[in-house]
């Protein structure tokens, strides 16, 4: 009877314990969006349309580069990448480094690459939040909207992005003014 009584004790432990884990990452992620601050990030024209990926857009961003004149940078390297608001009111990069700051906390831990072969020296940063998870039966749909658009310099897309301690977080995609998923609803109008 006791070996039983330890079997469910542990059996609840494990069972208790995989709950936790998900609901923590949610937890992490609604505190972002929730207590972070907003960027939007300019989108930039994506590859073509991959029907392998799944029910997502694939987003690639135009401030993904940033000077420096530090040769001691490594490729694929870790870095904080600091996020301010340009003068348009779109996202950019302020400044790449290997320390946490602790004195801001508009940045977003990423992969960034040094490019030595080129002069100037770039990093190219590789930003954490590249897809855009939608209802299935408009993501496709979306991607191709998104993708014709992207690259029509008359109208700005761009993901709206909450940004706290490291931690990013993709609220919504945006063509011109209107969320992406209604603009796929409204294109299905006309």
């Known amino acids: 009877m006791k070996h039983k009584a330890i079997i469910i004790a542990v059996f609840v432990i494990m069972a208790l314990a995989q709950l936790f884990v998900p609901a923590q990452m949610i937890m992490e992620r ?6 972070g601050s907003e960027f939007k990030f300019r989108t930039a024209p994506v590859d073509p349309y991959d029907p392998f ?7 690639n961003y135009s401030v993904d580069k940033f ?3 530090d040769s001691t940078w490594r490729d694929q390297a870790k870095a904080y990448v600091l996020i301010e608001t340009d003068a348009d009111g779109f996202a950019r990069i302020d400044d790449v480094v290997r320390e946490e700051p602790t004195d801001k906390e508009n940045y977003i831990y990423c992969d960034v690459h040094f490019n030595a072969w080129q002069n100037p020296h770039y990093l190219s940063v590789e930003f954490p939040f590249d ?5 299935e039966y408009k993501a496709k749909e979306a991607e ?23 931690d990013a977080v993709i609220k919504d995609v945006f063509i011109g003014d209107t969320p992406i998923k209604d603009y796929v609803i409204e294109q299905r109008v006309d």
């Not at 609604?30 to 207590?35: D, F, K, P, Y």
């Not at 897809?131 to 209802?135: E, I, L, N």
């Not at 014709?148 to 761009?158: I, S």
């Open 67 to 69: 000077y420096t004149s």
């Open 144 to 166: 191709i909207s998104y993708r014709n658009l992207a690259n029509d310099t008359t109208v700005a897309t761009y993901a709206l992005v909450s940004v706290k301690a490291g």
């Open 131 to 135: 897809r855009f998870y939608m209802d």
């Open 53 to 59: 990926r799944g029910k997502y857009i694939t987003l």
């Open 30 to 35: 609604e505190n972002v969006l929730s207590t």
